[in-house]
Structures are given as C-alpha cells and as structure tokens.
C-alpha cells in the first residue's frame, strides 16, 4: 500500500521529534558523566537500542532510569547546568500531574491524551527520569499478589468520585484495605533483604517490575542511534522482564504511540511593530 501524503508527513514529523529527543538525552548524558551519576535506558528505549539500535521506529519518548538515591544529585547539576531551552520538569512542578521528573525542551510541542490545558505546565518533547528503588528479595509470588493489590486500591482512591452512599462505601473499604496491605507491605520490607531487587516505583502507581540488581549494575555503555549512553548490565534479563519475548515484532495495530499532536520546532513568533498592532508609527 502506497502511503498517503499524509503518513509520509506524520512519519517525517515523529523522525523529527526523535532526533530531538535524542539531543536531550545526550545533554542528559553529559550532565551523568560529569557528575558519576549512574542511569541506564529503560523501556521501550532500551528494547529499540537492542532491537532496533535506536528508536523503536513508531516510538515517541524516551525513558531512563536511575537509583532514587542518586535523585537529588542529578536534579542539583541539571538545574545548574541545563542549556536555556531545556528545563528541569520535577513531579508537581507548574501544576502538572506527572509524578515523575521530566527534562523538556522548551522549543517544541507534544501532547498526549492525558494532558491538562487548563494547567500551565510546560509540554514540549522530554526525556523521563524514572526511579528505581531496592525491593525486597521475598518470594516473587507473594510481592506480585501484595503489590498488585496495593496498587489496585491505590487506583480506585484515587479515582474521580461521584458522591453516593455506594461511593463513601467503596472509599472505607478500599481505605481500610490499602492500609492493611501497606503494613503488610512494611513487614515484608523490614523482613527480607532489600539489596536484591530494583523496582521502578511508578509502574502500576508505585509497585512495579523487579529486576534482579545484577541484571542493572554495574552499568555499562549500549549503542543508541549511533551514540554511547549507559545501559543496565544485562540487557537481556532486564528486557525479559519488562516484555519476555522482547524481540517479537507487535503486529501493526498494537504498535502504539503516546503523542495525539507533537511539533518538533515551534515557529518564532515575530516581533509586533506599531504599524502592525494597528498604532501609528
């Protein structure tokens, strides 16, 4: 099938943003390597590196992860040193509702379906910063029923409520559920050695996938797009957890993208002169 105009330009244009996004994480390099900072692609960034050596070619963003611990000093030394057209995004900054630590480029555009206009928090392209923190090496089975649990409550009190005696109902019960798991939670934290698993803390709103620390650390450089960034020690481990099968190419209709609208370069507005604001010269 012959692509339309259309796709030929919504292909250039995602080509485009990609290769924004890429300057980004170069600068985020940078910024690591300078300051001994340990990261590591993560997701579908990492899954493109090993597959694709680069992009996903339908993806649209790009996710790394570092040790929650090392958080502050990477959010000190991107505020410092950040070029102008990039800012430091951190979850709660400027009313957004991300919760996680975003670098944005301030020239560009892209929004996803979940975007607020009525807040006036920065959208152009980014890099996602996840954080990783040590899990507890309990069996595997009892973590997944726990955290799968905690995160389903967490979701439904923290869902939209219309008010009703059925809705005040749900609130109490799933409140007094999620405490009891979060105790739970804690036994099994302070119980269990906590050196053994990273988990990324926001998938599933907070509980999220193991992987074992010597599939992460130490660190190592991975080719993407042609440049060396940092890569989890075991590439393959970490992919298998995140995707098992991972070199499986999803048929066309499950190849997703986050963006509805991105712009890769936003048009200077010109200056208004007196005689164009309609004022005599």
Same mark, same amino acid.
């Given at each position: 099938?012959t692509?339309?105009?259309?796709?030929?330009?919504k292909?250039q244009?995602l080509?485009?943003?990609?290769?924004?996004q890429?300057e980004i994480?170069?600068?985020?390099?940078?910024?690591?390597r300078?300051?001994?900072?340990?990261?590591?692609?993560?997701?579908?960034?990492l899954?493109?590196?090993?597959?694709?050596?680069?992009?996903?070619?339908?993806?649209?963003?790009i996710?790394i992860a570092?040790?929650?611990?090392?958080?502050?000093?990477?959010?000190?030394a991107?505020?410092?040193e950040?070029p102008a057209?990039l800012?430091?995004?951190?979850?709660?900054a400027?009313?957004t509702?991300?919760?996680?630590?975003?670098?944005r480029?301030?020239?560009? #555009?892209?929004?996803e +379906?979940?975007? $607020?206009?009525?807040m006036?928090?920065q959208k152009?392209? /980014?890099?996602?910063v996840f !954080?990783?923190?040590?899990?507890?090496?309990a069996?595997r089975?009892?973590?997944r029923?726990?955290t799968r649990e905690?995160?389903?409550?967490?979701?439904?009190l923290?869902h939209?409520?219309?008010?009703?005696w059925?809705?005040v109902?749900?609130?109490?019960?799933?409140?007094?559920k999620?405490?009891?798991?979060?105790a739970?939670?804690?036994?099994?934290c302070?119980?269990?050695?906590?050196?053994?698993f990273?988990?990324?803390t926001l998938?599933?709103?907070g509980?999220?996938?193991m992987?074992?620390r010597?599939?992460?650390f130490p660190?190592?450089?991975?080719?993407?797009?042609?440049?060396? #960034?940092l890569?989890? +020690?075991?590439? $393959?481990a970490?992919?298998?957890?995140l995707?098992?099968? /991972?070199m499986?190419?999803? !048929?066309?209709?499950?190849r997703?993208?986050?963006?509805v609208?991105m712009?890769?370069e936003?048009?200077p507005?010109?200056?208004?002169t007196?005689?164009?604001?309609?004022?005599?010269?």
């Amino acid at each position: 099938m012959t692509p339309t105009y259309l796709d030929t330009y919504k292909a250039q244009q995602l080509r485009s943003c990609q290769l924004k996004q890429l300057e980004i994480l170069k600068t985020v390099d940078s910024i690591c390597r300078a300051h001994h900072i340990d990261y590591w692609l993560d997701g579908g960034t990492l899954l493109g590196a090993v597959r694709h050596g680069g992009f996903i070619p339908w993806d649209d963003d790009i996710d790394i992860a570092m040790r929650r611990d090392d958080l502050p000093r990477f959010e000190a030394a991107a505020a410092r040193e950040l070029p102008a057209h990039l800012q430091l995004q951190l979850p709660g900054a400027e009313h957004t509702k991300e919760p996680i630590i975003k670098i944005r480029d301030l020239n560009s #555009f892209y929004v996803e +379906a979940s975007d $607020d206009f009525s807040m006036g928090y920065q959208k152009g392209l /980014y890099v996602d910063v996840f !954080p990783m923190v040590p899990y507890p090496s309990a069996p595997r089975g009892m973590v997944r029923r726990i955290t799968r649990e905690l995160s389903r409550s967490y979701s439904i009190l923290h869902h939209r409520h219309y008010y009703s005696w059925r809705a005040v109902a749900e609130l109490f019960w799933f409140g007094a559920k999620h405490a009891l798991l979060r105790a739970a939670w804690a036994a099994v934290c302070t119980t269990h050695r906590k050196d053994v698993f990273f988990s990324n803390t926001l998938v599933n709103n907070g509980y999220g996938i193991m992987h074992r620390r010597d599939s992460i650390f130490p660190v190592k450089d991975i080719t993407f797009e042609g440049h060396t #960034f940092l890569g989890p +020690a075991n590439p $393959d481990a970490y992919l298998r957890d995140l995707f098992h099968d /991972y070199m499986e190419i999803p !048929p066309v209709e499950k190849r997703k993208i986050h963006s509805v609208f991105m712009v890769a370069e936003l048009v200077p507005t010109a200056p208004t002169t007196g005689k164009d604001a309609g004022t005599q010269p």
